[in-house]
């Protein structure tokens, strides 16, 4: 079940859809705002087990039931569990977009009773009914999550298929998600050591997203954002485990493949809209990447 919904409040608006597929609850929010502020969320809703994904936007929460407050930069996520559910937001820029997932506490604990050690210690904790998150570092939104939570956003299957598709992307996040958490647990910040340099790494990322097509330079994106290239440059690194140009190649080769799943574009013209220099150069690229040609997608999905 699809649910479209908008929200009007004093200091702005939220539109937002969420999906029902069974008992696991799937949600995409944007909410705007008139002015800096802050707003209180409550759920007195018990036994569900929330990852959360922050994808744009800086904002600072206080989570009552942890007893902790987080100052975040768009590109974060993490998984928590609480028996109640309150906290309070502050919106530090004008725009912020969020994804969810809610699992019901029974069907986490069996989806994790056998998954890594980490999760196995956080269902431990959910068991014992103690609030808890799965790191206490905020694993980053890497091209691999995006790319679900986009395939999920703009899903084109209806009735069954599309639940089945639901459950299959919920899990796959799930499973994203822990690992990358896992590795922002052991990971050694060298290059982006503070919050400032984190969201100009941040908006090195969303510039790359908003001009997939046309992507600017390096010497461009330094002096977009304030930072010399070489701290851009290892700084991105750190922070995505890919390159600049890495993470560009895997964003063009990921839309190009969901455009010829969700329209009836060519390939030539999916190549031409995604900047690439020639159809062929798109086309070596494509089956580099996923092992076949643009056209066996098109006719094999």
């Given at each position: 079940?699809?649910?479209?919904?908008?929200?009007?409040?004093?200091?702005?608006?939220?539109?937002?859809?969420?999906?029902?597929?069974?008992?696991?609850?799937?949600?995409?929010?944007?909410?705007?705002?008139?002015?800096?502020?802050?707003?209180?969320?409550?759920?007195?809703?018990?036994?569900?087990?929330?990852?959360?994904?922050?994808?744009?936007?800086?904002?600072?929460?206080?989570?009552?039931?942890?007893?902790?407050?987080?100052?975040?930069?768009?590109?974060?996520?993490?998984?928590?569990?609480?028996?109640?559910?309150?906290?309070?937001?502050?919106?530090?820029?004008?725009?912020?977009?969020?994804f969810g997932i809610q699992f019901p506490k029974e069907l986490f604990i069996r989806f994790t009773e056998n998954a890594s050690d980490a999760l196995k210690r956080f269902s431990a904790d959910i068991i014992e009914g103690k609030s808890t998150m799965l790191s206490d570092n905020w694993g980053t939104i890497d091209s691999s999550i995006q790319q679900v939570i986009q395939q999920i956003i703009h899903c084109k299957y209806a009735d069954s298929l599309k639940k089945l598709f639901l459950l299959s992307k919920s899990i796959e996040l799930?499973?994203?998600?822990?690992?990358?958490?896992?590795?922002?647990?052991?990971?050694?910040?060298?290059?982006?050591?503070?919050?400032?340099?984190?969201?100009?790494?941040?908006?090195?990322?969303?510039?790359?997203?908003?001009?997939?097509?046309?992507?600017?330079?390096?010497?461009?994106?330094?002096?977009?954002?304030?930072?010399?290239?070489?701290?851009?440059?290892?700084?991105?690194?750190?922070?995505?485990?890919?390159?600049?140009?890495?993470?560009?190649?895997?964003?063009?080769?990921?839309?190009?493949?969901?455009?010829?799943?969700?329209?009836?574009?060519?390939?030539?013209?999916?190549?031409?809209?995604?900047?690439?220099?020639?159809?062929?150069?798109?086309?070596?690229?494509?089956?580099?990447?996923?092992?076949?040609?643009?056209?066996?997608?098109?006719?094999?999905?």
């Amino acid at each position: 079940m699809e649910e479209r919904q908008t929200r009007e409040f004093p200091q702005g608006k939220m539109t937002g859809v969420t999906w029902q597929c069974d008992d696991i609850l799937l949600g995409h929010a944007v909410s705007s705002f008139t002015e800096l502020s802050s707003f209180h969320s409550k759920s007195a809703n018990t036994d569900i087990v929330r990852m959360h994904f922050g994808m744009k936007g800086d904002y600072m929460f206080t989570y009552k039931q942890l007893g902790k407050t987080f100052d975040l930069v768009g590109g974060h996520h993490n998984i928590m569990y609480s028996n109640e559910f309150e906290m309070t937001v502050f919106n530090k820029t004008l725009e912020i977009e969020t994804f969810g997932i809610q699992f019901p506490k029974e069907l986490f604990i069996r989806f994790t009773e056998n998954a890594s050690d980490a999760l196995k210690r956080f269902s431990a904790d959910i068991i014992e009914g103690k609030s808890t998150m799965l790191s206490d570092n905020w694993g980053t939104i890497d091209s691999s999550i995006q790319q679900v939570i986009q395939q999920i956003i703009h899903c084109k299957y209806a009735d069954s298929l599309k639940k089945l598709f639901l459950l299959s992307k919920s899990i796959e996040l799930l499973v994203l998600c822990a690992d990358t958490c896992e590795a922002s647990d052991n990971k050694k910040e060298v290059f982006i050591k503070n919050k400032t340099d984190k969201e100009k790494i941040i908006a090195v990322r969303d510039l790359i997203n908003d001009r997939v097509h046309c992507p600017p330079s390096l010497s461009e994106i330094a002096q977009h954002v304030g930072l010399n290239e070489y701290k851009l440059k290892r700084g991105f690194k750190e922070t995505f485990d890919n390159t600049v140009f890495g993470y560009l190649t895997e964003r063009r080769l990921q839309l190009a493949r969901q455009y010829l799943l969700d329209t009836q574009q060519t390939a030539a013209e999916v190549a031409i809209q995604l900047g690439y220099a020639t159809p062929q150069h798109f086309n070596n690229a494509f089956k580099k990447k996923f092992g076949v040609t643009p056209y066996s997608v098109r006719n094999n999905p």
